[in-house]
Nanobody
Framework: QVQVVESGGDLVQAGGSLRLSCAAS????????MGWYRQPPGKQRDVVAT???????NYADSVKGRFTISRDNAKNTVYLQMNSLKPEDTAVYYC?????????????WGQGTQVTVSS
């Protein structure tokens, strides 16, 4: 059994910063690529950033230069540092990971954390 739990969402003013965390726990053999996604109100869920186990990263164009994804493999945790936040960054932020539990590799999702940026 594997759990993925996000934390760190909050209400922040435009121009401010937040750091999201996402921890995977349970019967984990290994964790591969992890990623952050977001879903604004009434819109679809889109990728924000991903990071491989070796640290290779990719970002959505809308967050390049403002957001930084990182991970701690020893803690099975991924972070999203968000700077220069804009009202359009308001969304529920979800974390996922390609996780091997026993001999099965699946994608696990967290339940999301709300980020609200006020103008």
């Amino acid at each position: 059994q594997v759990q993925v739990v996000e934390s760190g969402g909050d209400l922040v003013q435009a121009g401010g910063s937040l750091r999201l965390s996402c921890a995977a726990s349970g019967r984990i053999v290994s964790v591969g690529t992890m990623g952050w996604y977001r879903q604004p109100p009434g819109k679809q869920r889109d990728v924000v950033a991903t990071i491989t186990r070796s640290g290779d990263t990719n970002y959505a164009d809308s967050v390049k230069g403002r957001f930084t994804i990182s991970r701690d493999n020893a803690k099975n945790t991924v972070y999203l540092q968000m700077n220069s936040l804009k009202p359009e960054d308001t969304a529920v932020y979800y974390c996922n990971g390609r996780i091997t539990s026993y001999i099965i590799t699946s994608t696990y999702w967290g339940q999301g954390t709300q980020v609200t940026v006020s103008s």
